[in-house]
T-cell receptor, first 118, second 109 residues
Framework: KAGVTQTPRYLIKTRGQQVTLSCSPI?????VSWYQQTPGQGLQFLFE???????NKGNFPGRFSGRQFSNSRSEMNVSTLELGDSALYLC?????????????????FGPGTRLTVL | DAKTTQPPSMDCAEGRAANLPCNHS???????VYWYRQIHSQGPQYIIH???NNETNEMASLIITEDRKSSTLILPHATLRDTAVYYC??????????FGTGTRLQVFP
């Protein structure tokens, strides 16, 4: 089974530009989450989509947005880029599985897109 | 959100057991404890999770105290490939991982 794929792997942009990152989940997974990783703030949750609807959201400004398509592929967009947006952006997909009478969603992470803002 | 506290770094000799502690004293009844690790330059990888009972899988064992205020991840026979940052998370929503600063485990020959 193919893993989570993210494109592009590396990206360089300048301040003020916008960027779109893409994530293809594992086949059959309907939930896609996005995370930002920086040396200063660590790994931070951005948002999660399930069946084309944003289900969970982290504490990021409105410049960060996302969407999910009917085939579960997801994109995230950052507008008006700032230097502080330089980060590794990770995507994860999950599928519920039974665990002790409830369900647990193990998240499978992609390799990430490293964005550099100059 | 239950906050977790982990030591920033630990060393372990190859072949020995690595015991990684995690404190989650404010955990509530519906919050799982789960562990992920991140090997350099890769995305995090799920290891194990538990609610109340101790758990074991092919990768590790998870020991949760009876009061659920702390837990220990055990890698029974650490290898060099286990060198990574290990994150302990205590949260009810498994679709939204709240990562802390983690423990950097260095396995040495």
């Amino acid at each position: 089974k193919a893993g989570v794929t993210q494109t592009p792997r590396y990206l360089i942009k300048t301040r003020g530009q916008q960027v779109t990152l893409s994530c293809s989940p594992i086949s059959g997974h309907r939930s896609v989450s996005w995370y930002q990783q920086t040396p200063g703030q660590g790994l931070q949750f951005l948002f999660e989509y399930f069946s084309e609807t944003q289900r969970n959201k982290g504490n990021f400004p409105g410049r960060f947005s996302g969407r999910q398509f009917s085939n579960s592929r997801s994109e995230m967009n950052v507008s008006t880029l700032e230097l502080g947006d330089s980060a590794l952006y990770l995507c994860a997909s999950s599928s519920p599985r039974p665990s002790g009478g409830s369900t647990y969603n193990e998240q499978f992470f992609g390799p990430g897109t490293r964005l550099t803002v100059l | 959100d239950a906050k977790t506290t982990q030591p920033p770094s630990m060393d372990c000799a190859e072949g020995r057991a690595a015991n990684l502690p995690c404190n989650h004293s404010t955990i509530s009844g519906n919050e799982y404890v789960y562990w992920y690790r991140q090997i350099h330059s890769q995305g995090p990888q799920y290891i194990i999770h538990g609610l109340k009972n101790n758990e074991t899988n092919e990768m590790a064992s998870l020991i949760i105290t009876e009061d659920r205020k702390s837990s220990t991840l055990i890698l029974p026979h650490a290898t060099l490939r286990d060198t990574a940052v290990y994150y302990c998370i205590a949260y009810w929503n498994t679709d939204k991982l709240i990562f802390g600063t983690g423990t950097r485990l260095q396995v040495f020959p």
